[in-house]
């Protein structure tokens, strides 16, 4: 919730009045009562990396500093709110589980409860941030603000990224402009939307791309909106993360050029294995040695997903597969890793193949 200009000066005099007696707290309480309240959930990533040297900008080690430090390398966040830091995980993101995902979720929506917090920024690896993101678009049921940032350079490196990324988040996360558009990500000046960001470019500041388009940009602290997003999210959500235990079992198989029917069988044999996301060359399409394999762990009661390894369009149901006839679901534009996020979730709820269909139309 937050406190409308007009409340918060009326807090500000009320204040103001009652400590007039001590000069200088008085302005200066009533500066920190005016700004927004907002907690840096850091996860590690190359954020909080370090490098040998300034010019180590691609050779360095992730998730070594720690997020106070973060904070006290960045004054000017002290400009835009008042911040404070917890240390939720440090560890690199490729390193992530779904326990991490379930942990991180629901601390998110424990702040996002609490009525003194009004933006949340959560400092992540950049190699599954997308994942992360699009989870907890899904699950955690809030409109503030939940900004989700990483870096593509340690701090150490000439032309580090990662201290304007994180103000940049900040920033957004303490705007009230920023309500209600779901999770958002905010990298290389962009505000992209938690649900379609992708990292497109894996050694590039401008690492992180949506096929449809960023929501906006955020520039020297003002957001700049140019779209909304049309898909269900947070507080629109079905899903909801109070009322999450665990996450079902979904795996990915890719899909290439002589690809072995044995790939499919192997990952096939995973252990409560629930749902199997295949990333399909083209619009999804399935070589003809593998739609067996998929049929049989269909006929076993575990739901296939067709997504496509190619970065850009949606996959169209019933065109390269009948997916009607084979009880199949198709991931509409997301990718074979949102895919997954998104069939864990569903899964909590539904396993029929119908439902699936409807919630990837809808999320
Ligand atoms: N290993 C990468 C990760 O933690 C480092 C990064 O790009 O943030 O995702």
């Not at 909080?48 to 080690?61: D, Q």
Request: charged residues 20%.
């Amino acid at each position: 919730m937050y406190l409308s200009p007009r409340i918060r000066c009326w807090f500000a005099a009320a204040s103001l009045t009652a400590l007039s007696a001590v000069p200088g707290l008085a302005a200066a309480q009533t500066a920190a009562a005016i700004k927004p309240n907002v907690v840096i959930l850091a996860t590690g990533g190359t954020i909080a990396g370090a490098g040998a040297t300034t010019v180590n900008s691609a050779s360095y080690s992730a998730a070594k500093v720690a997020v106070d430090k973060l904070i006290i390398g960045l004054p000017e966040l002290q400009n835009v709110a008042n911040v404070r830091g917890e240390q939720t995980f440090q560890i690199a993101s490729e390193s992530f589980t779904n326990d991490n995902l379930l942990v991180l979720a629901r601390r998110v929506s424990a702040l996002a409860k609490d009525p003194a917090v009004n933006g949340i920024v959560v400092t992540h690896g950049t190699d599954t941030l997308e994942e992360t993101a699009y989870f907890l678009n899904l699950v955690v049921h809030t409109d503030k603000p939940i900004v989700v940032v990483g870096s593509m350079r340690p701090g150490t490196a000439l032309s580090a990224d990662g201290a304007l990324n994180l103000y940049d988040a900040v920033s957004v996360a303490a705007s009230a402009d920023a309500m209600g558009k779901g999770v958002l990500v905010t990298m290389n000046d962009e505000i992209n939307s938690g649900r379609d960001v992708v990292k497109l470019i894996n050694i590039k500041t401008e690492a992180f791309k949506s096929q449809w388009g960023a929501l906006g940009m955020v520039v020297e602290g003002k957001n700049y909106w140019f779209r909304a997003p049309v898909k269900r999210h947070t507080m629109q959500s079905e899903f909801d993360i109070d009322s999450i235990q665990s996450l079902p079992v979904v795996e990915i198989v890719y899909g290439y050029g002589n690809v072995p029917r044995s790939a499919v069988d192997a990952i096939g044999a995973t252990p409560g294995l629930q749902a199997i996301v295949h990333a399909g060359t083209g619009n999804g399409s399935v070589a003809d040695r593998v739609v067996p394999a998929l049929q049989d762990l269909r006929a076993k009661g575990i739901n296939v997903i067709r997504s496509s390894r190619v970065p850009a369009g949606f996959v169209l149901r019933n065109a390269e597969q009948p997916d009607d006839k084979y009880d199949w679901v198709v991931a509409h534009d997301l990718n074979p890793q949102k895919a997954r996020i998104l069939a864990m979730v569903a899964m909590t709820k539904t396993r029929d193949p119908k439902e699936l269909q409807r919630i990837f139309w809808s999320y």
